[in-house]
């Protein structure tokens, strides 16, 4: 189980102090598939990375199965079962696909194993699994390698950051089912109806707080009646 | 052959045994060893010091290795060693060089190798260099390499310094005919007070010469690198440098890449990025579950992989 205590993220800019998230309170049962979405800039990928360790909040706690994990680095609550998928996937110069997953899987793992999460995210691992990491690859490419790095971690809780993104519509299916069958518990970022059709429990943000958490179906209802009232000159 | 040696010649020429083709093991300025076949000719020079090294025309898949190892201080070696490669050639050069020096006195390799490559000739060039050793004496290694390009040839040159070694010049001058090519992939790693200076001039004179220059660094410490590179287009040709250095602590890595077009199709492109390593790569890495330490370490060695 992962809770999020009064979770407040702000930065000073021009002197200013800016919200970028505030009182962010979620509690997430384990095997459940979260869908967290929102306009761009309401803070889904601040409020992802915070989960990780990536960016330290400004105030408030995380708890993860029991434990306090606020103060932890990113290394220790990797360690801990937290697998995170980058928004805009990092390249490196000079390692290669084959290196990444390397580091991720048992030293004594074949080359069957990662196959086995290339093929899941659509990509034949004999064309990639040499592939250097780097700019040569297409976003897709780069996104859908991303997304396989996240699954061999095999971790309790996977953190996905607009995996969509890039992906063309075949393997997007695809991808959605990967969701359902996870056993794990899925923090995915998303605006895709598809994939907030899956979720358990979908989370909406809007600028830098938790408008309404519910199932699919409340959270479409309560998006149409805003925008509904925004038209009609309400004050959502 | 003593530990030290057998253990420079794994390190810098991976040879572990005695190699099979022809060789010429030079050690503390001295020959150690020497082995020709039908195709590869070695003559030691009459007015200095070193070797010629005649390859026939048309061998194929065969290789020389001439490995030079130094195991004590107070040398300063030099040597000249000249290629003769003939035509439509196909071979490796492998010329590791490695110092192991634990006394307090400096030992230093001069290497000036010059390369004659023959119409249609393929050559792979491998330089590895390293030094070992505790105490105050410098290992220090100034290879001098001057390539001579015929038509149609083609040189791949990779030049690997790894960690050890105190100060290095490293000066590569080639021109090329027309059609030929020149790949130069060059990694260096310098820690501590070490310095590395690398200078290459390239002349591409005849149509359709391509030169291909790679050169990634990594300066730890207070380490010092300078990348000078000239690439001067005589032709139509095609000329590419690419610089990528990764710096931290105090280190410092100057890289000036200099392009001169000299012909109306003469095109030459170069790039040069100098930094520490990427804040998104350390965080990657560590979301798989790598300490800071250990991803720094993977970026590096596949960096300089
Ligand atoms: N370090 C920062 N400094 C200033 N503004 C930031 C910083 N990080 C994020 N923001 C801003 O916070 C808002 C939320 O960003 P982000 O979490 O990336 O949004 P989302 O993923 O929902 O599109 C954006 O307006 C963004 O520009
Ligand atoms: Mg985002």
Redesign the pocket.
């Known amino acids: 189980m992962l809770e999020l205590q009064n979770i407040s993220y702000s930065?000073r800019?021009n002197g200013v102090e800016?919200n970028?998230l505030k009182n962010i309170s979620l509690i997430i049962n384990d095997h459940q598939n979260v869908v967290i979405t929102?306009?761009?800039?309401?803070?889904?990928?601040?409020?992802?990375?915070i989960i990780m360790g990536i960016?330290q909040p400004t105030s408030g706690k995380i708890i993860f199965n029991g434990e306090d994990i606020t103060h932890l680095s990113v290394t220790e609550r990797a360690r801990k079962g937290i697998a995170f998928g980058f928004?805009q996937p990092v390249t490196f110069k000079g390692l290669k696909v084959r290196d990444l997953l390397e580091i991720i899987l048992p030293q004594n793992t074949n080359c069957h194993e990662c196959c086995t999460y290339l093929a899941k995210v659509g990509l034949c691992a004999k064309d990639y699994l040499e592939r250097p990491l780097d700019n040569k690859l297409s976003g897709g490419e780069l996104k859908r390698i991303e997304i396989a790095t996240v699954l061999a971690r095999q971790a309790k809780l996977n953190i996905f950051?607009e995996p969509e993104a890039g992906i063309d519509l075949w393997s997007f299916d695809n991808l959605v089912d990967i969701f359902q069958q996870q056993q794990a518990t899925n923090i995915i970022?998303s605006h895709q109806h598809k994939i907030i059709a899956i979720a358990d429990t979908v989370v909406l943000?809007n600028s830098?707080k938790i408008d309404k958490v519910g199932t699919p179906d409340e959270v479409i209802k309560f998006i149409n009646t805003t925008k509904q009232c925004a038209k009609l000159g309400g004050t959502h | 052959m003593d530990e030290i040696t057998k253990e420079l010649l794994a390190q810098t020429s991976n040879l572990h045994e005695i190699p099979q083709g022809a060789y010429n093991i030079r050690k503390n300025g001295q020959l150690l060893a020497r082995n020709t076949t039908a195709a590869i000719q070695i003559v030691s020079k009459t007015d200095q010091d070193g070797i010629d090294i005649i390859i026939a025309p048309n061998t194929q898949n065969q290789s020389v290795h001439i490995p030079v190892v130094i195991t004590k201080g107070g040398l300063n070696d030099l040597v000249y060693n000249n290629f003769y490669i003939g035509e439509n050639c196909d071979v490796l050069i492998v010329a590791g060089c490695g110092i192991h020096n634990d006394s307090d006195q400096s030992s230093t390799h001069n290497g000036i190798h010059t390369f004659h490559i023959g119409k249609n000739a393929k050559v792979k060039y491998v330089e590895k260099h390293l030094g070992l050793g505790n105490n105050a004496g410098a290992k220090n290694l100034n290879p001098t390499t001057q390539i001579f390009m015929e038509e149609n040839s083609s040189f791949t040159m990779e030049t690997i310094q790894l960690g050890g070694v105190n100060y290095a010049d490293r000066k590569t001058n080639a021109t090329l005919k027309a059609h030929a090519t020149l790949i130069i992939n060059e990694k260096i790693l310098t820690t501590d007070q070490q310095k590395a200076l690398t200078n290459f001039t390239v002349e591409l004179v005849g149509d359709d010469s391509k030169v291909e220059v790679t050169s990634r660094s990594v300066a730890k410490n207070q380490s010092f690198q300078a990348f000078n590179s000239n690439i001067i287009g005589k032709a139509q040709c095609f000329g590419h440098v690419e610089c990528d250095g990764i710096i931290s602590d105090q280190a410092v890595i100057n890289s000036t890449p200099q392009i001169s077009a000299q012909d109306v199709n003469a095109m030459l492109v170069h790039e040069a990025a100098i930094g520490k390593i990427s804040a998104d790569q350390m965080i990657k890495l560590m979301t798989l579950g790598l300490t800071q330490e250990q991803a720094e370490a993977h970026i590096i060695s596949g960096f300089l992989s």
Not at chain 1, 38 to 49: E, F
Request: aromatic content about 0%.
């Open positions: 930065v800019e800016k970028i929102g306009q761009n800039g309401s803070g889904k990928s601040t409020l992802a990375k960016i928004q950051d970022i943000l830098a």
